[in-house]
């Protein structure tokens, strides 16, 4: 069963705009990551936020989470057409030492030349 | 450049066949993860196994489907017989314990 559902579905911007993608989960987690796929590959891990923190970058990326609303954002800030892909987050849970992650339904983003 | 290594990428089979589907996880990693991904349902996790033993399988259909770790550096899943419902495409993805995965380019599968 999927813990995150994602905000919005597809996105389509022009290069250089920002891209601002949303995540809500369910139930506690201990972190939160956001993975990237394209078209016909695996998925690529961008980030992960931990439970205790708000706010993280990575270069172009920013992440924010917010514990009470259960939900989190992607902000890809200064969008290339080479960030076309679909984006997911997926929560972590740990239960008695093991985890899982359980990932989101994504995002579609095209970022049009 | 360490990767997580499926076979076969592609496979198209008949309904009732046993298709195998392998995986060899990044060197060193001790967790490894199967999902399968399609457009109705999305990613879903079917199986981890945690220094080669079984962790969680509970969403994997337990009729049809088992996966194993043989050894560190291969770990299987089986379907056995197939159905068209099982297309899909099937992952495999490993992390070292810090819950980072990396994944493989998955095992298209077709059930005709």
């Known amino acids: 069963s999927q813990q995150g559902e994602e905000d919005p579905q597809a996105l389509s911007i022009q290069e250089g705009e920002n891209a601002t993608m949303n995540c809500s989960y369910k139930t506690s987690i201990n972190n939160l990551q956001w993975y990237r796929q394209n078209s016909g590959r695996g998925l690529v891990h961008l980030i992960l936020i931990r439970s205790n923190e708000r706010e993280k970058h990575s270069g172009r990326l920013r992440v924010t989470l917010d514990t009470s609303k259960k939900s989190s954002s992607l902000l890809i800030t200064a969008s290339r057409a080479a960030d076309t892909a679909s984006y997911f987050c997926?929560?972590?849970?740990?239960?008695?030492?093991?985890?899982?992650?359980?990932f989101g339904s994504g995002t579609r983003l095209l970022v049009r030349p | 450049d360490a990767r997580v290594t499926q076979t076969p990428r592609h496979k198209v089979t008949e309904m009732g066949q046993e298709v195998t589907m392998r995986c060899q996880p990044i060197?060193?990693?001790?967790?490894v993860f199967w999902y399968r991904q399609t457009m109705m349902q999305g990613l879903e996790l079917l199986a981890y196994?945690?220094?080669?033993?079984?962790?969680?399988d509970s969403g994997m259909p337990k009729d049809r489907f088992s996966a194993e770790m043989p050894d560190a550096t291969l770990a299987t899943l089986k379907i056995q017989p197939s159905e068209p419902r099982d297309s899909a495409v099937y992952f495999c993805a490993s992390d070292r314990g810090d819950e980072k995965l990396f994944f493989g380019s998955g095992t298209q599968l077709s059930v005709l």
């Open positions: 060197l060193g990693h001790n967790t």
């Open positions: 196994f945690r220094n080669r033993a079984p962790l969680d």
């Open positions: 997926a929560t972590v849970s740990v239960m008695d030492s093991s985890y899982k992650l359980i």
